[in-house]
């Protein structure tokens, strides 16, 4: 490593980085050290955030009523209901999508080398979430259907604004200008379904395209625990090329990289994280564009690490969820002579701010930042 290197990763955990071999050899990499702490600390973060969503809210659960609720569930029946069937799988939930969501947002900032590349500013979630509607207003659909027509979305999307960016070249801030004007169309053509489709469905998408964790179950949780253990290990994998691919594409074909292909398959890759947490958990703000770029500033590696993305995109939205329960609560009606709680319709659950208002309040803070920062370069 030479100087200019160590200077510019060193810090509080030097630059050094640990060799990292898997399968004899046959998978090998290097783990920073910085980026290993940041990825650890995010993820202990999300783990305490998740313990403490699970004791405090309307009906307050001590740690002894946890444990028992999620190993043996028994105890109250307001505790064992609270435990398992509302405040966990959303907890669960804000873990996977956000690491869905800061995986994609790397794997685009990186591709188009731009920090503003994320799928929620160039377009993609806003095709993902008009996949989504048209399967819900048109076809009833289940989860797994809404989930398919969001990555469905997506993809089209991705097609036409990759076709419109690459005329003379991929060129970060006009895949972003692209990508903003087609974000306003399909919000328009969004509005359109909406009022085409029944009053109380209209309800629920609206509140769903604000992006929300209120009201999610285990079906939700299961989808995205699947799409993760398939999509989360390719992306790892291909993580080498997308290293690559940052140097420009004339010296990763000349370092044995197929740049076409190798951009492709991260692209399709990050437009089916993306559309899983859109399906999941509507089209939420922020975290795919500022995740990445947390834990590149945070780690000061090279560049961005996919695995510290998505422990960080976990943490925010994570932070994001228990800001939205805790300091805006639903009322909630509890009657202690049959010891239940009146929670069951979905228009009380969607009293709850929101986790897309709090993620959409930061991420136009952070968004503000970038600019203020880039004033005067001529680099967006």
Do not use: K
């Not at 609270?82 to 966990?88: G, K, P």
């Not at 994320?118 to 009833?140: E, M, N, Q, Y």
């Not at 594409?249 to 951009?263: F, I, K, Q, Y």
């Amino acid at each position: 490593m030479t100087t200019t290197e160590t200077r510019r990763e060193g810090g509080f955990l030097g630059g050094r980085a640990w060799p990292v071999r898997l399968w004899s050899g046959r998978i090998s990499f290097r783990a920073h050290r910085r980026t290993v702490f940041i990825s650890a600390a995010a993820l202990l973060l999300a783990g305490l955030l998740l313990l403490v969503s699970l004791c405090v809210g309307t009906y307050p659960v001590t740690l002894p009523e946890v444990a028992e609720a999620l190993f043996h569930g028994t105890g109250d029946r307001l505790a064992v209901h609270f435990v398992n069937q509302e405040r966990l799988p959303q907890a669960l939930l804000a873990i996977l999508a956000g690491a869905a969501l800061g995986t994609s947002g790397a794997i685009f900032q990186s591709v188009s080398r731009n920090p503003l590349a994320s799928p929620d500013v160039i377009g993609f979630s806003s095709g993902a979430a008009t996949g989504a509607i048209l399967v819900i207003v048109l076809f009833s659909g289940a989860a797994a259907a809404v989930a398919a027509g969001a990555v469905a979305g997506g993809l089209v999307v991705a097609l036409l604004v990759s076709v419109l960016a690459s005329r003379g070249g991929l060129h970060g801030i006009r895949l972003v200008l692209i990508g903003l004007g087609v974000t306003a169309m399909l919000g328009s053509v969004n509005s359109y379904l909406l009022t085409r489709s029944a009053l109380n469905d209209a309800q629920n998408a609206h509140v769903w395209l604000v992006g929300t964790l209120n009201g999610r179950d285990w079906s939700s949780v299961r989808i995205m625990a699947v799409a993760m253990a398939v999509l989360l290990p390719v992306a790892l994998l291909l993580g080498r090329r997308l290293r690559m691919l940052e140097l420009g594409d004339e010296l990763a074909t000349g370092l044995g990289v197929a740049v076409n292909g190798s951009r492709l398959a991260l692209t399709m890759v990050g437009i089916g994280l993306c559309g899983v947490a859109v399906a999941s958990a509507g089209p939420i703000p922020f975290v795919a564009l500022a995740a990445p770029q947390i834990a590149l500033l945070a780690g000061r590696a090279p560049g961005v690490s996919l695995m510290s993305a998505a422990t960080v995109g976990a943490a925010l939205l994570s932070a994001a969820h228990f800001v939205s329960s805790q300091f805006f609560p639903a009322l909630v009606w509890i009657d202690e002579r049959i010891g239940w709680v009146e929670v069951a319709g979905e228009s009380q659950r969607n009293n709850l701010l929101p986790v897309g208002v709090t993620t959409a309040v930061l991420g136009g803070m952070y968004l503000a930042w970038v600019l203020f920062r880039r004033r005067g370069t001529g680099v967006a």
